[in-house]
């Protein structure tokens, strides 16, 4: 056993032993036989470990103990796995001022007993990362995903069957104060959307008046957590992800870095990868009326409704079809009187569009042009102006 084995002492007392001889060292601490880490839950690791002990017939004592050792005391339990019906345990106590307990535990006979024992440890976590390498078409990517273990526990795991709630398990051994980094998940040919996203409250409106900048489109891939996705078994924990592609010269061009948020089953994902300027937004407000005003005695508006005009142009410089994810800002109550896209009402106040753009031909880039009328409703003149044109 090395100096940081987490069990200081384990012993076996026959029936006979005084409460004197319950603290007593009599016997060689079992070795473990199986020791599984799960790190289903971010904030704890459940450490679940099999030991034969040697029971007498009769009540046995069974000293546990964990010298600094990260255990949540209260988390800690035992279970009988080879006779659980002539074997009993029959209570726990806790000796003052100690990091241990005593099991009492009653044998109808003498067996080398299985027991699991489990605990909820503190200080020995995981960060997931992935990395995608995307094709040269930008149509598919192969997804692996890695965990990094950080032991930090005081306790050492020789090996140790290590499990994700998803992926891959793993013999792995790791010594405290160790981090290691493994390969657990391979998902390869994952289908990918390239996605252009322009945000009306982020995003100049004409960028033809900017000077001297060079602001583009942030684009992504976007990922769907399904089967036909080549995924949709479990949801996809966070991490960072870095994004390379293939060059179609043997070798890869690195795209980029994000942070990808837990993904449920049958949701997407979005890993940026940079600015483009093939796709060009020209967005402008071309009416802003007050509309149905109402005063009070004092002949003060009190309230008013709007009547707002927001026309936009999106022209596509590639060579091929693109797909622009536009969001538009529309605050407080409101009602769309015209609007020649579809969108969908994400929140109370954020439309997103979903428009498909065609490439540019010999006549020029693809274009698509959005034209959405509607009325701000119960607006008083002290709240919040809608997003201006920059």
């Keep these: 056993m090395n100096a ?48 034969i002990l040697t029971l ?23 279970i009988v796995l080879d006779h659980p019906e002539q074997v009993k345990l029959l209570n726990v106590s806790f000796p003052p001022g100690e990091p241990a307990l005593i099991w009492e535990i009653a044998s109808e006979g003498d067996y080398a007993e299985t027991v699991r024992i489990s605990y909820l440890l503190s200080n020995i976590d995981r960060l997931v990362t992935y990395k995608a390498l995307a094709d040269k078409a930008e149509t598919q990517l192969d997804l692996n995903s890695y965990i990094v273990l950080r032991n930090f526990s005081g306790e050492d795991f020789d090996n ?29 040919k994952v289908p990918i959307t390239k996605i252009w996203t ?48 293939d060059d179609g010269r043997d070798s890869t061009i690195f795209l980029g870095e994000d942070n990808s948020d837990l993904v449920p089953v049958g949701q997407k994902t979005e890993l940026y990868i940079g600015d483009s300027r093939d796709i060009v937004v020209t967005q402008r407000k071309m009416t802003d009326t007050q509309i149905n005003i109402r005063r009070n005695n004092r002949d003060e508006i009190v309230l008013f409704d709007t009547d707002e005009l927001i026309t936009a142009k999106i022209e596509n410089f590639k060579d091929t079809p693109a797909v622009l994810t536009m969001i538009q800002h529309i605050p407080g109550q409101w009602e769309m009187k015209d609007c020649n896209l579809e969108y969908t009402r994400k929140e109370a106040s ?5 428009i498909e753009l065609p490439a540019r031909d010999d006549k020029g880039p693809g274009v698509k042009e959005l034209s959405m009328r509607y009325s701000r409703i119960n607006v008083r003149p002290t709240d919040p102006r809608p997003i201006n044109p920059r």
Excluded: C
């Excluded at 499990?163 to 793993?170: A, K, P, Q, T, V």
């Excluded at 000077?211 to 078994?233: A, C, F, H, K, W």
């Excluded at 954020?350 to 979903?354: Q, R, T």
């Design 160 to 188: 140790a069957t290590v499990l994700l709630d998803y992926g891959d398990s793993f013999e792995q051994g790791i010594a405290h104060e160790e981090t290691k980094q493994m390969l657990f998940l391979k998902a390869p």
């Design 350 to 354: 954020i439309l997103e569009f979903e």
């Design 56 to 78: 007498q017939k009769g009540l046995n004592k069974v000293d546990f103990s964990w010298k600094a050792v990260s255990i949540d005391p209260d988390s800690i339990r035992l």
């Design 198 to 245: 322009w945000d009306a409250g982020k995003l100049p409106w004409d960028p033809e008046r900017l000077e001297n900048q060079n602001i583009g489109v942030p684009v992504s891939y976007r990922i769907m957590n399904t089967e036909d996705g080549g995924l949709g078994e479990f949801a996809l924990h966070g991490g960072k992800a870095r994004l390379f592609q």
């Design 4 to 51: 940081k084995t987490l069990l200081t002492g384990m012993v076996i007392l026959a029936a006979a032993a005084s409460v004197a001889q319950a603290r007593t060292k009599l016997v060689a601490l079992p070795e473990r036989d199986a020791t599984v880490i799960r790190l289903d839950n971010p904030r704890f690791t459940l450490i679940e470990e099999e030991r």
